[in-house]
């Protein structure tokens, strides 16, 4: 076995990496940028070399720099993890010139399967079922509005190179693909310095289902069943799971078939995933195949008990597979929820910055569930503009989808994140969801059920107990604390405006009296101090974790993707409030915002212009993607606030109206 590899990544893959290693015996090198200097990553590591500046360009995806780092560690082999150099054909063919072992595919497997045109011409003569459309490059918005036109709207449009969701557009209309192959083509040179763009038939409310194919270099392949994740905003995987809730036995082992069939014609002798969009009546197409680790192969991982890393470094060795296809089977069921630094209630626009605080869930097997959190930061570190906005990816594994489901609603509700804007609430909106817990899914499941965005779910009776037991217990604490001639049993609890009446008294338990309706909660097990985000209880009989903070009047309290502001008064003072005046919040409807931070890249009206609802106003650069920000209303502009290559923070107003 190699004695010491070199992992040219950085961040949670990096950390995945260097656990398997460990375990196997084999010292780690990572290489790293100046914004990763104090990683988690090179503080796991045994030896890390500095590689230059934050920007990838400057760094991770500079080949001599990471060859030279080899050569100065003595690493006999490299794990590239995904993103930056994992797919490109050109480095693993040097690190083959060079005498090191690239753990991944052979460079002929990366060369044809790795650009989405070449693999589909590819897939097409190996009898796989690939998705209508025009398979060859588009050379400018004329032809592409010929060839949408031939394979009749909707159409995607693709940039070749393209990954991460990053280069694709859905066109409706001729105006969206002048729109759109504009925008694709700066977005795939800017993202892969590739530009090349095709146009495809657009699947309609298809679903996400990706076979996982393991190859050596003696011949043999086999596949890890299937993932689905069409949990997926902006065309990007946020919530995946294995098994697919909607494969048959029949549909899995065909799916299985062709994506082993085409990984043995192009000679595949590593870790790869072969995705399909599948329909609802179980049709499926190619779409394209990741040549490398995948994002969410902890899925797979839970449910067949083997060690992906481990396979693709054993196979890079040479070794040849340890199972045939007849040795594999499906145990229970696992759902990953990618945790990413963007703000739902933003239509999931990054947000970055410092962890203030990360507190992750415990890991580990209990009698019921198995929770795994794959993570590369810690507590204080930062979620730079650099790299991937992904905090962790935080997996349940049961016996059964449902447990599954259950162990990752708990899990979300233990995992507490400030200092940025992050998707558990929404994440955990998911979990709670009929329609997921049912298994109907499809990638249009984000667009159905949140149409106007997320703004939170409006609490449960049981979340309205809970909010209101655990206000009582923080008021009685901080009171007891502060002022305890003024403790008293009767208080008013006002949540959303509605006043309850109740009756507080502490002895064993916390027991809240609902002096209206004589009802009484019993909140035990409290843990929770002032000045801690989180309170953990359990409350008539269920345990729960919610995110507390101090709010103007009272406290703010979130449980899952429920949350409320909370106040806890003695009767008097709740007479008095009721005389207030509610806030007023600022009248924006006369203006364009930015909704995220970002550069300015093209300002499109002028004062005076008559601009009608959904007119793009201004396109606006964020995280290397291009986003057209469009009228709400027809308005006249009356001022212009930002011009071409302007830095822009979130809510900053671009345009007024008349
Ligand atoms: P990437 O390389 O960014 O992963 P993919 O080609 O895999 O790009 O597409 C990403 C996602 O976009 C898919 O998971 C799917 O949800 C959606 N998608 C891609 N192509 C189509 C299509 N032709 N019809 C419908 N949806 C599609
Ligand atoms: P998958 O199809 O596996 O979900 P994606 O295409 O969504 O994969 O993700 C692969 C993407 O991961 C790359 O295109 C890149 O944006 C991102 N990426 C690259 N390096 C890292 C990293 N170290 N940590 C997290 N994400 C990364
Ligand atoms: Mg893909």
């Known amino acids: 076995m190699f004695s010491k590899i070199l992992i040219a990544n950085r961040g949670e893959i990096a950390v ?102 070449e693999s589909k011409k590819f897939a097409a003569r190996a009898n796989v079922s690939v998705v209508p ?3 060859g490059e588009i050379d400018d918005t004329a032809h592409a509005i010929r060839i949408s036109e031939e394979i009749g709207y909707p159409v995607m449009i693709k940039a070749s190179a393209g990954g991460g969701g990053k280069g694709i557009r859905v066109a409706w209309t001729r105006q969206d693909v002048e729109e759109g192959f504009p925008a694709v083509k700066a977005e795939a040179k800017a993202s892969f310095g590739d530009d090349r763009i095709f146009i495809e038939k657009f699947i309609e409310s298809p679903r996400h289902v990706e076979i996982q194919v393991l190859g050596d270099k003696h011949g043999h392949v086999v596949h890890l069943f299937e993932r689905e994740c069409s949990i997926q905003r902006r065309n990007q995987k946020v919530i995946e799971e294995a098994p697919s809730p909607l494969l048959d036995e029949t549909t899995r082992a065909a799916m299985g078939a062709q994506a082993v069939a085409l990984a043995q014609a192009v000679g595949y002798d590593s870790a790869g ?58 145990k229970g069921w696992a759902i990953e929820s990618r945790i990413y630094a963007e703000d ?68 979300l509700e233990d995992f507490h994140i400030e200092g940025l804007g992050q998707n558990i609430p929404f994440l955990a909106a998911v979990m709670d969801q009929e329609r997921f817990r049912s298994g109907k899914l499809s990638t249009n499941y984000i667009k159905d059920e949140f149409p106007d965005g997320f703004w939170g779910t409006a ?9 209101a037991a655990v206000a009582c217990a923080m008021h009685r604490t901080l009171t007891r604390r502060a002022a305890p001639e003024l403790l008293r049993d009767d208080w008013v ?19 809240v009296e609902f002096l209206e309706d004589g009802r009484t909660l019993r909140l035990e097990g409290v843990d929770w101090r002032p000045g ?10 269920r345990a729960f974790t919610a995110q507390v903070e101090p709010a103007p009047e009272g406290f703010r309290i979130r449980h899952r993707a429920a949350s409320a502001q909370v106040l806890v008064l003695t009767p008097r003072i709740a007479e008095l409030h009721e005389k207030l005046p509610p806030k007023q919040a600022a009248d924006t409807s006369k203006m364009v915002l930015s909704p995220m931070p970002g550069l300015v890249v093209t300002l499109d009206v002028a004062v005076g212009q008559l601009v009608r609802a959904g007119e793009a106003v201004a396109v606006i650069e964020a995280m290397k993607m291009q986003n057209i920000i469009r009228a709400e209303r027809d308005g006249t502009v009356k001022a212009v606030n930002a011009a071409a290559g302007d830095s822009v923070a979130a809510d900053e107003v671009l345009v007024e109206f008349a």
């Open 133 to 135: 459309g025009h398979v």
């Open 273 to 330: 995933t072969v995705e399909f969009v599948a329909g609802q009546d179980k049709s499926f197409f190619f779409l394209e195949m990741n040549t490398r680790l995948q994002v969410e192969h902890p899925v797979t991982e839970l449910i067949t008990g083997i060690d992906l890393v481990e396979q693709m470094i054993r196979s890079a060795h040479g070794e040849p597979l340890p199972f045939a296809q007849g040795d594999l089977k499906i």
């Open 344 to 411: 739902p209630y933003r239509g999931f626009l990054p947000s970055i910055g410092r962890l203030v605080r990360y507190n992750p869930p415990a890991e580990g097997e209990t009698a019921k569930a198995t929770v795994r959190n794959d993570a590369g930061v810690r507590e204080g570190d930062e979620i730079s503009m650099f790299y991937d906005p992904m905090i962790s990816k935080l997996s349940t594994w049961a016996p059964e989808r449902e447990a599954a489901i259950d162990a990752m609603g708990r899990a």
């Open 459 to 467: 609490p449960t009776p049981f979340q309205r107990d809970l909010m």
């Open 493 to 511: 609890v006002i949540e959303a405006g509605e006043r309850r009446l109740v009756r507080v008294t502490n002895g064993e338990a916390l027991t």
């Open 532 to 541: 801690k985000p989180t309170f953990r209880g359990v409350l008539d009989g």
């Open 16 to 117: 995945r990496i260097i656990k398997t290693c460990r375990r196997m015996g084999i010292a780690t090198v990572v290489v790293y940028s100046d914004a990763d200097a104090d990683s988690m990553a090179v503080e796991m590591a045994d030896e890390g070399v500095f590689i230059g500046a934050a920007p990838a360009a400057q760094s991770y995806l500079v080949a001599d720099k990471i060859i030279a780092a080899c050569r100065e560690t003595g690493a006999e082999a490299i794990h590239p993890g995904f993103g930056f150099l994992s797919e490109n054909a050109g480095f693993a063919k040097r690190c083959a010139e060079e005498g090191i072992v690239f753990i991944g595919p052979n460079p002929h497997a990366i060369e044809a399967m790795g650009d989405k045109i």
